[in-house]
T-cell receptor, first 115, second 113 residues
């Protein structure tokens, strides 16, 4: 298995909703990442988990809450989002922190729309 | 702040021709670079990487060149095909063990049949 699987592929949520994005990999990678990508822009790092511990939070608002239940799973809990949070949320993993070797493996993303 | 940027936001190339996508980076501490391809509706896909102790690396139909003197990176795609149409990003990482990968602004490559 050489994939990063993200669910759901699409999500529409209201500003008062609570939802979660899920990410799974079975490549034995020890670093996992959440990126946010707006249209026609590059991915921007949000969070990094290394060995299941949060190692980087790029000053992300607290309405985004990451969780790493085990080495294969990464969640992003969403609460009280704003319309400007609408974006493609990408999960990635790498064998080691920093992606040395074969870079990061990205999932196809969750297209989030906040209404 | 540090940034990784591209010279051209769009590039159109005739099918069968070679294409060159450029990238400038400003962090002199960067020592690892990756090129990604992103097709519509998909996540970025690893193409090729290069470490700062090299100035050239070749893959299948792709070559990455690194010029550390002028902090410039390029991706050459030989004999372009319609499937090469996508947005291409360069990304950089500084110092082994640093978990942050910074992406450039991207170039949209369009292959003209």
């Amino acid at each position: 298995d050489t994939e990063v699987t993200q669910t759901p592929k699409h999500l529409v949520m209201g500003m008062t909703n609570k939802k979660s994005l899920k990410c799974e990999q079975h490549m034995g990678h020890r670093a996992m990442y959440w990126y946010k990508q707006k249209a026609k822009k590059p991915p921007e790092l949000m969070f990094v988990y290394s060995y299941e511990k949060l190692s980087i939070n790029e000053s992300v608002p607290s309405r985004f809450s990451p969780e790493c239940p085990n080495s294969s799973l990464l969640n992003l809990h969403l609460h009280a989002l704003q319309p400007e949070d609408s974006a493609l949320y990408l999960c990635a993993s790498s064998q080691w922190a920093g992606g040395r070797g074969n870079g990061y493996t990205f999932g196809s993303g969750t297209r989030l729309t906040v209404v | 702040g540090e940034s990784v940027g591209l010279h051209l936001p769009t590039l159109s190339v005739q099918e069968g021709d070679n294409s060159i996508i450029n990238c400038a980076y400003s962090n002199s501490a960067s020592d690892y670079f990756i090129w990604y391809k992103q097709e519509s509706g998909k996540g970025p896909q690893f193409i090729i990487d290069i470490r700062s102790n090299m100035d050239k690396r070749q893959g299948q139909r792709v070559t990455v060149l690194l010029n550390k003197t002028v902090k410039h990176l390029s991706l050459q795609i030989a004999a372009t095909q319609p499937g090469d149409s996508a947005v291409y990003f360069c990304a950089e990482n500084a110092n082994f063990g640093n978990e942050k990968l910074t992406f450039g602004t991207g170039t949209r490559l369009t292959i003209i049949p």
